[in-house]
């Protein structure tokens, strides 16, 4: 393993944690520094650790001297328990709860408008 996995590392357990936990716009791509900032309370502790160990890991990719210092051994520990996490979560099941969500959204604006239309109808007299 070489330092030049790292970022793909990093890059692949963002994007599980944006895809699960949300927090992203569509088409934008998160870096696991701001995921870790944005949703990483919802992360158990000790996975929030292993979290933490790959992201500044990641910073110091980017630097060859700070490079040197990165356990490899255990960002790969760090790597492999985020991922079996995170990852259970299949893509079938994130569209059938997206559209479970926009679904309920519909049928609550649906709730909403024969609401008022019903108390419009009373206001007039119609019933």
Excluded: C, H, N, T
């Amino acid at each position: 393993m070489g330092i030049e996995k790292i970022r793909p590392m990093a890059d692949e357990v963002a994007s599980l944690m944006a895809a699960r936990f949300g927090g992203l716009r569509r088409g934008q791509q998160a870096d696991l520094e701001s995921m870790l900032r944005k949703r990483g309370g919802a992360l158990p502790r000790r996975l929030r650790r292993e979290a933490r160990v790959l992201a500044d890991a990641d910073l110091k990719s980017g630097q060859p001297k700070l490079a040197r210092q990165v356990d490899f051994d255990r960002i790969d520990r760090a790597y492999k328990a985020l991922v079996a996490y995170l990852r259970p979560l299949g893509q079938g099941l994130r569209l059938r709860g997206g559209a479970a969500s926009i679904a309920a959204s519909v049928l609550f604006g649906l709730l909403v408008l024969a609401a008022i239309a019903i108390w419009i109808m009373l206001r007039r007299g119609l019933i």
